[in-house]
């Protein structure tokens, strides 16, 4: 089975970065595909970017696409989410998470099985 635990959220102002990141632990993960999610209040959780399990395909939403870079580093059991320019629309709680199935990306949350416990970004204007 596989843990996962995110770090790097906080508060920032608008136009600023930050680097989140998600230590993962036990077995079936270096070949699987992960992915960041979030979910703001009374909104639906949704797919930010997804990474293949050897890390050369990935996927981003259309709002953040251009501004966030997802990447992994399966040495160190870690995927990353480098968030520049933010936006106050990108406050939400983010999680990381890890399929089972897949190794190419997915951005479905059904077809995930580990989740982290979610890290809050929070973006002021």
């Known amino acids: 089975q596989v843990q996962l635990v995110e770090s790097g959220g906080g508060l920032v102002q608008a136009g600023d970065s930050l680097r989140l990141s998600c230590a993962a632990s036990?077995?079936?993960?270096?070949?699987?595909?992960m992915g960041w999610f979030r979910q703001a209040p009374g909104k639906e959780r949704e797919c930010v970017a997804a990474v293949s399990g050897s890390g050369s395909s990935t996927y981003y939403a259309y709002s953040v696409k251009g501004r966030f870079t997802i990447s992994r580093d399966n040495t160190e059991n870690t995927v990353f989410l480098q968030m520049n320019a933010l936006k106050p629309e990108d406050t939400a709680v983010y999680y990381c998470?890890?399929?089972?199935?897949?190794?190419?990306?997915?951005?479905?949350?059904?077809?995930?099985?580990?989740w982290g416990q979610g890290t809050q970004v929070t973006v002021s204007s």
């Open positions: 998470a890890a399929t089972s199935r897949y190794s190419d990306y997915v951005i479905r949350p059904s077809r995930y099985d580990y």
């Open positions: 036990g077995r079936t993960f270096r070949s699987n595909a």
